[in-house]
């Protein structure tokens, strides 16, 4: 029989439905429950492809008697993190201040009055590795609670206080200068990885924001090292098998240091940030391969993620069925299993292949050319003797028509293995970075489809996911909106990725909307005394801790990203009040950048827009089909000064706030650029747009 879970919109939450668990949603109902009981609440965190998270599930929360033990002693409380980050903010910080590490699945125990008191991520289904096993925990839990209540309220209430008492150090209310930036740069450099690109060791991630910093301050600098960095790890990471080298997309990680194997789920906030990044790097260097990349990777998010409602769903599986050939079917008797599948999910099994598979897709003179060109071994590069794809080589010279043939019958032959699951829900932030990543890239290469997909998914956030008071929502399912109020990243990356909208499409409304969810970031999220921001709103639920975290992680933090959004639209309008939050909030990023500049690359991002302006420019002509008109907006959209606002229009339009008083030059065409409430002289010549925009 389902339980609570069964009418949540979550895939998550709806893949634990049917568990002998008796879960409840993270709600007061839950919490009175245990008040009610006289019992504590296990609170357990993942998301829809968490590797470890459908792990511990298929051990554990579908086991009768482990099931039986959480519904007799305990409240069990399941939470996507995906669509409560603010839940998972608080806890995971607890975790990890007592355990030293974190990581999903999370395992949390607190009393009914949702102070925590027991941590822990992943527990095995029996004791392994010096860890308890679960069902150990649940006992230890529970006789704890029972014969030591008191000992329990005071480490929990003690936790508590520490959490509330810990006050983020916020530098001051300014913008980084010429100085942290050059420190955040040479930080970077003894981080840097020369031999394979990336930072750091194992496991190693995909530094997207890192190089929108890097690409930033060659282009308002001309430093070479920085453009070197970016460019050299986008080769290596593309190269590498944390790249779909068949369908386009990148996975979470690689697992090591050479980007050989890679945590195989596709997230789409990875996939839209490395997509802008490497359309970014082709406007900054005309690299044919950053701009395979990026179309790729468009390609990709709009084939496998677009939903029918048109918004972008969450994610990728890492697993999937294994796949087994029809000669490893005859040899093993392959009777009762479905085609092509065992029933067993294995993680990767979607991606890797062996010679054998090859040489049954290809015949084998095919089989042996793609596998020099994959890097197909008979070792493997993976399990069990499988290889993911690579582009190991680096100087033989390949027949094109011959290898696209090739990547042809191999990903048709891929299409017919049993696909990862997707997480069909819709999160703003997450849309809001896609629809920056497309509209930029559709309008870079003339892909107008591509940013028609951006509209289209703009449109549901405006349809679904605001209110009247443009209140964002975070979620949405199946055309569906969710129950969970938006935090500050969802506010932040939606609007950058209107202002995007705006700059490319020449429609001010976006500029609008965009407006208006900055606004909310100005009276809800932002402290009037400090300018420091948090991460939920001032009227949200309130939780043990308002959480508050300025660093980036897999995506930009909601902090940094507001900063962006509001230099942005205050470069567009004038505003005062959003430019004066955007440099009040950079403050943190001054005493973070040169400090650990890889967890601030979007912060480090935003400042070297601060610092170079950033710059204005509008377009007008007598209509935006005009040739002229096109070319001169098309020059605006591929200057590379960092952080750079484009208008267009027809003259005395009151779509931007930027064309106002910008005639036609001699009856034609003109660009207007300013910067630091300087202007140049018109332009009606793409080539001195251009070279203003270098400058």
């Given at each position: 029989?389902?339980?609570?879970l069964?009418?949540?919109?979550?895939?998550y939450?709806?893949q634990h439905?049917d568990?002998?668990v008796d879960?409840?949603?993270w709600?007061p109902?839950?919490?009175e429950?245990?008040?009610?009981r006289?019992?504590?609440?296990l609170?357990?965190?993942?998301y829809?492809s968490?590797?470890?998270c459908?792990v511990?599930?298929?051990?554990?929360?579908e086991d009768?008697?482990?099931?039986?033990?959480?519904?007799?002693?305990?409240?069990?409380?399941?939470?996507d993190?995906?669509?409560r980050?603010?839940?998972d903010?608080?806890?995971m910080?607890?975790v990890?201040?007592?355990?030293g590490h974190?990581?999903?699945?999370?395992?949390?125990?607190l009393?009914p009055?949702?102070?925590?008191?027991?941590?822990?991520?992943?527990?095995?289904p029996a004791?392994?590795?010096?860890?308890p096993?679960?069902r150990?925990?649940?006992q230890?839990?529970?006789q704890?609670?029972?014969?030591?209540?008191?000992?329990?309220?005071?480490?929990?209430?003690k936790i508590?206080?520490d959490?509330?008492?810990?006050e983020?150090?916020y530098g001051?209310?300014q913008?980084?200068g010429e100085q942290?930036?050059?420190?955040?740069?040479?930080?970077?450099t003894?981080?840097?990885?020369p031999q394979r690109?990336?930072?750091g060791?194992?496991?190693?991630f995909?530094p997207?924001m890192?190089?929108?910093?890097l690409?930033r301050?060659?282009?308002?600098t001309?430093?070479?090292?920085a453009?070197?960095?970016?460019r050299?790890?986008c080769?290596r990471?593309?190269?590498?098998?944390?790249?779909d080298?068949?369908?386009g997309?990148f996975?979470?990680y690689?697992v090591d240091?050479?980007?050989?194997?890679?945590?195989?789920?596709k997230?789409?906030?990875?996939?839209?940030?490395?997509?802008?990044?490497?359309?970014?790097?082709w406007?900054?260097?005309?690299s044919e391969?950053a701009?395979?990349?990026?179309l790729e990777?468009a390609d990709?998010?709009?084939?496998?993620?677009?939903?029918?409602?048109?918004g972008?769903?969450?994610?990728l599986?890492?697993?999937?069925?294994?796949v087994?050939?029809p000669?490893?079917?005859?040899?093993q008797?392959?009777?009762?299993?479905?085609e092509?599948?065992?029933?067993?999910?294995?993680?990767g099994?979607y991606?890797?292949?062996?010679?054998a598979?090859l040489?049954e897709v290809?015949?084998?003179?095919?089989?042996?050319?793609?596998?020099r060109?994959f890097?197909?071994?008979?070792e493997g590069?993976?399990?069990?003797g499988?290889s993911v794809?690579?582009?190991?080589?680096?100087?033989e010279?390949?027949?094109a028509?011959r290898?696209?043939?090739i990547?042809?019958?191999m990903?048709?032959?891929?299409?017919a293995?049993p696909?990862p699951?997707?997480d069909?829900?819709?999160?703003?932030?997450?849309?809001?970075?896609?629809i920056?990543?497309?509209?930029?890239?559709?309008a870079?290469?003339?892909r107008p489809?591509l940013?028609?997909?951006a509209?289209a998914a703009?449109?549901?956030?405006?349809?679904?996911?605001?209110?009247e008071?443009a209140?964002?929502?975070?979620?949405?399912?199946?055309?569906?909106?969710?129950?969970?109020?938006?935090v500050?990243?969802?506010?932040?990356d939606?609007?950058?990725?209107f202002?995007?909208?705006?700059?490319?499409?020449?429609?001010?409304?976006?500029?609008?909307?965009a407006?208006?969810?900055?606004?909310?970031?100005?009276?809800?999220f932002?402290?009037?005394e400090?300018?420091?921001l948090?991460?939920t709103?001032s009227?949200a639920?309130?939780l043990i801790?308002?959480?508050?975290?300025?660093t980036d992680n897999?995506?930009?933090?909601g902090w940094?990203?507001a900063?962006?959004?509001?230099?942005?639209y205050a470069?567009?309008?004038?505003?005062e009040?959003?430019r004066?939050a955007?440099?009040?909030?950079?403050?943190?990023?001054?005493?973070?950048?040169p400090?650990?500049p890889r967890?601030?690359?979007w912060?480090l991002a935003?400042?070297?827009?601060a610092l170079?302006?950033?710059r204005?420019?509008?377009?007008?002509?007598?209509?935006l089909d005009?040739?002229?008109?096109?070319?001169?907006h098309?020059?605006?959209l591929?200057?590379?000064?960092?952080?750079?606002?484009?208008?267009?229009?027809?003259?005395?339009?009151e779509?931007?706030?930027?064309?106002?008083?910008?005639?036609?030059?001699?009856?034609?065409?003109?660009?207007?650029?300013?910067?630091?409430?300087?202007?140049?002289a018109?332009?009606?010549?793409?080539?001195r747009?251009?070279?203003?925009l270098?400058g």
């Amino acid at each position: 029989m389902p339980n609570r879970l069964a009418h949540e919109t979550s895939p998550y939450l709806l893949q634990h439905a049917d568990n002998p668990v008796d879960w409840w949603p993270w709600s007061p109902e839950a919490f009175e429950e245990a008040r009610r009981r006289g019992v504590p609440v296990l609170l357990s965190v993942g998301y829809s492809s968490c590797h470890w998270c459908h792990v511990m599930a298929h051990e554990s929360f579908e086991d009768q008697d482990t099931a039986d033990a959480m519904n007799q002693h305990f409240v069990s409380v399941k939470v996507d993190r995906e669509e409560r980050p603010d839940v998972d903010a608080v806890y995971m910080e607890a975790v990890q201040a007592a355990t030293g590490h974190g990581g999903w699945p999370m395992t949390v125990f607190l009393t009914p009055d949702a102070e925590p008191f027991y941590f822990g991520t992943y527990f095995p289904p029996a004791p392994r590795h010096g860890m308890p096993s679960f069902r150990q925990v649940l006992q230890g839990v529970h006789q704890a609670w029972d014969e030591r209540r008191g000992e329990v309220d005071e480490v929990a209430g003690k936790i508590t206080r520490d959490l509330a008492e810990r006050e983020l150090s916020y530098g001051d209310d300014q913008a980084p200068g010429e100085q942290e930036l050059a420190q955040a740069l040479l930080g970077l450099t003894r981080e840097y990885d020369p031999q394979r690109g990336g930072f750091g060791g194992a496991p190693k991630f995909p530094p997207s924001m890192v190089i929108e910093f890097l690409l930033r301050h060659h282009a308002r600098t001309g430093a070479e090292g920085a453009l070197q960095m970016a460019r050299d790890t986008c080769e290596r990471m593309a190269r590498g098998g944390i790249y779909d080298q068949l369908g386009g997309g990148f996975a979470r990680y690689s697992v090591d240091r050479d980007w050989v194997v890679p945590h195989f789920e596709k997230m789409l906030y990875d996939n839209a940030l490395l997509c802008r990044g490497y359309a970014h790097l082709w406007r900054s260097t005309g690299s044919e391969l950053a701009r395979r990349v990026a179309l790729e990777t468009a390609d990709f998010m709009v084939r496998e993620l677009r939903t029918p409602e048109g918004g972008f769903a969450s994610a990728l599986d890492a697993d999937s069925e294994e796949v087994v050939s029809p000669g490893e079917r005859d040899q093993q008797g392959g009777a009762g299993r479905r085609e092509g599948g065992t029933g067993r999910h294995v993680e990767g099994a979607y991606y890797v292949w062996t010679p054998a598979q090859l040489r049954e897709v290809l015949g084998d003179d095919d089989a042996e050319l793609a596998a020099r060109y994959f890097g197909v071994t008979e070792e493997g590069t993976f399990e069990e003797g499988a290889s993911v794809l690579q582009l190991p080589q680096r100087d033989e010279v390949f027949d094109a028509g011959r290898i696209d043939g090739i990547k042809e019958r191999m990903l048709a032959a891929r299409g017919a293995r049993p696909a990862p699951g997707r997480d069909d829900k819709v999160v703003a932030a997450w849309n809001g970075l896609a629809i920056a990543a497309l509209a930029e890239t559709g309008a870079y290469f003339d892909r107008p489809d591509l940013t028609e997909a951006a509209v289209a998914a703009g449109d549901l956030l405006v349809r679904l996911h605001l209110d009247e008071q443009a209140r964002i929502a975070r979620t949405s399912k199946g055309g569906h909106v969710g129950a969970n109020a938006g935090v500050l990243e969802d506010y932040a990356d939606v609007a950058e990725g209107f202002l995007a909208l705006a700059a490319v499409t020449g429609e001010g409304v976006w500029l609008e909307f965009a407006g208006l969810l900055t606004d909310h970031i100005l009276t809800r999220f932002t402290d009037d005394e400090s300018g420091a921001l948090y991460d939920t709103a001032s009227d949200a639920e309130r939780l043990i801790r308002r959480p508050q975290d300025p660093t980036d992680n897999a995506a930009p933090s909601g902090w940094t990203a507001a900063a962006g959004a509001l230099l942005g639209y205050a470069a567009h309008t004038g505003s005062e009040p959003h430019r004066t939050a955007a440099e009040r909030a950079l403050g943190v990023v001054k005493a973070l950048g040169p400090r650990v500049p890889r967890f601030v690359g979007w912060g480090l991002a935003v400042a070297e827009a601060a610092l170079d302006g950033p710059r204005e420019i509008a377009v007008v002509g007598p209509a935006l089909d005009d040739p002229a008109t096109t070319a001169l907006h098309r020059t605006a959209l591929l200057g590379a000064a960092p952080g750079a606002v484009v208008a267009v229009g027809t003259p005395g339009s009151e779509e931007f706030p930027l064309l106002a008083d910008r005639p036609l030059v001699d009856g034609g065409p003109a660009a207007y650029v300013c910067r630091n409430f300087t202007c140049d002289a018109p332009t009606t010549d793409p080539d001195r747009l251009r070279t203003a925009l270098e400058g």
